[in-house]
């Protein structure tokens, strides 16, 4: 007696979400990190320099990212 395996019944894949669940703490800081490089964006098409400070913030969100900004 042969015993033959029975099919896989077919299945929907469900997106992955890289990260996991976000909580609200993680969606905030993540648009205030797309507001900043927004705003770095905004200041590189200016003729004129960028202010010092602008910077000093640019350069910390890249720190506390990890450099994926």
């Known amino acids: ?22 909580t609200t703490a993680q969606r905030r800081l993540s648009e205030l990190a797309a ?3 927004a705003h770095e964006w905004r200041m590189s098409q200016r003729p004129y320099t960028v202010r010092y400070a602008d910077l000093r913030l640019y350069r910390r969100l890249r720190q506390i990212s990890g450099g994926l900004t």
């Open 1 to 22: 007696m042969q015993i033959h395996p029975s099919p896989e019944p077919e299945t929907q894949e469900l997106p992955v979400d890289r990260h996991g669940p976000r």
């Open 35 to 37: 507001a900043i490089r």
